[in-house]
């Protein structure tokens, strides 16, 4: 019989630590979440569809949540923008999602938060990459 130490030893040396992040369409919510490293965070929350994941640490960015994200892939292909060959571009996404609810109130952090967020996605090598407008399953770049 195996003990519960045992079993988490072989959990552990199981877990691949230079894993590849990967953002993840929770379809229950209809929320595309990323995180780029597991640490502790805490979420800075832009407008009703976007929130950053900070690092608790140092608040550098770690992540981001779109909600609503199955509805924003519909109004893009709906009104054509950024739609080539039924997918649209992960960070066009990113950007629509970030439009200000308001755009006459002005959001100093808003231009930090999207060089932090194009930097995030290039470090991921998810600059570029397509997300099918039917699945919502993420491709590769083209």
Do not use: W
Request: with cysteine; proline share 2%.
């Amino acid at each position: 019989m195996v003990t519960l130490a045992e079993l988490a030893r072989t959990i552990n040396d199981a877990v691949d630590t230079d894993c590849i992040a990967e953002p993840f369409l929770d379809k229950l919510t209809d929320s595309l979440v990323f995180y780029a490293k597991d640490v502790d965070t805490y979420a800075n929350r832009l407008n009703n569809r976007f929130t950053l994941f900070l690092d608790a640490n140092d608040d550098s960015l770690v992540g981001f949540e779109i909600k609503g994200f199955s509805h924003l892939v519909r109004f893009m292909t709906e009104f054509d923008v950024f739609v080539t060959n039924s997918t649209v571009r992960l960070d066009h996404s990113v950007v629509l999602a970030m439009r200000p609810d308001d755009f006459s109130t002005a959001r100093p952090d808003r231009d930090g938060a999207i060089e932090s967020i194009k930097l995030l996605l290039r470090r991921a090598n998810l600059n570029g990459r397509r997300v099918n407008t039917e699945s919502l399953l993420l491709c590769e770049a083209r």
